[in-house]
C-alpha cells in the first residue's frame, strides 16, 4: 500500500526554511502543480516507520517534506540544516499563512 503527503508549493517553502533550507525556499514557491503532485507520493515513501532519512530526531510531517524537496531539487538526500524547527515567532512574513494545496488530490 502506498501513501502520499499532500502538501502545497508553500507548505514546502515553510518547511524548507523551518530546518534552515533558506537556499530553496524560492525553489519551493516556483514548484508547479504538478511537480508538487509528483512530491506527494515521494513524500508519501518516505513517511514510513523504517524510512533511510538521515535524521537523528523523531520524523514529522514538515521533515519528509523539507526532505522530499531536498531530494528533489539537489539529486540526492542529505541531513537537514536543523534538525529541530526554527522559532515560528522568526518567520518571514511572507512565509506566514501558507495555504493548504488548493486542487483536487484526484
Known amino acids: 500500500m502506498s501513501s502520499t503527503v499532500v502538501f502545497s508549493s508553500e507548505q514546502a517553502a515553510v518547511a524548507l526554511w523551518s530546518f534552515g533550507e533558506d537556499s ?4 519551493a ?12 507520493v515521494v513524500a508519501g515513501g518516505h ?4 524510512h533511510s532519512l538521515p ?5 514529522s510531517p514538515d521533515k519528509v517534506i523539507a526532505f522530499t524537496c531536498i531530494e528533489y531539487f539537489e539529486g540526492q538526500l542529505r541531513p537537514l540544516n536543523r534538525e529541530r524547527r526554527r ?3 522568526d518567520q518571514p512574513e511572507h512565509l506566514r499563512n501558507a495555504k ?5 488530490t484526484f
Open 29 to 40: 514557491f516556483a514548484l508547479t502543480e504538478a511537480e508538487v503532485r509528483r512530491l506527494w
Open 87 to 89: 522559532p515560528e515567532k
Open 55 to 59: 535524521l537523528k530526531s523523531q520524523l
Open 100 to 104: 493548504p494545496f488548493q486542487g483536487s
Open 47 to 50: 513517511w514510513r516507520v523504517d
Open 24 to 27: 530553496l525556499v524560492d525553489r
